[in-house]
Nanobody
Framework: QFRLVESGGGLVQPGGSLRLSCAAS????????IGWFRQAPGKEREGVSC???????TYEDSVKGRFIISRDSAKNTVYLQMHSLKPEDTAVYYCAAEWRVCTFYDTNRYSKMDYWGEGTQVTVSS
């Protein structure tokens, strides 16, 4: 079973920055669209951003202009650079993969994504 591994979460003050990483060792992420999701306590999982295999990107409205998704093919890793963090960004962040394009991400059919990581906690607090 292929798996993804997230890292880079932590505690940061409001206005600060973090960079999350999503890595895979058993398969090539270049062939997959990678979505970032988050789930806060008591809330449903929501899509944050997605990058297709051709590097087209999409962002949830509340993170536009603050978050940047990118991929590094040499490292087989997808990043989520987060700036100007707010307390409402506090959540467990997950990455997930689907083949080539962000179809399931864009249509909120998250359970259809092929592979998931186990998440990394991001806490924004003073």
């Amino acid at each position: 079973q292929f798996r993804l591994v997230e890292s880079g979460g932590g505690l940061v003050q409001p206005g600060g920055s973090l960079r999350l990483s999503c890595a895979a060792s058993e398969f090539n992420l270049e062939n997959y669209a990678i979505g970032w999701f988050r789930q806060a306590p008591g809330k449903e999982r929501e899509g944050v951003s997605c990058i297709s295999s051709s590097s087209s990107t999409t962002y949830e409205d509340s993170v536009k202009g603050r978050f940047i998704i990118s991929r590094d093919s040499a490292k087989n890793t997808v990043y989520l650079q987060m700036h100007s963090l707010k307390p409402e960004d506090t959540a467990v962040y997950y990455c997930a993969a689907e083949w080539r394009v962000c179809t399931f991400y864009d249509t909120n059919r998250y359970s259809k994504m092929d592979y998931w990581g186990e998440g990394t906690q991001v806490t924004v607090s003073s």
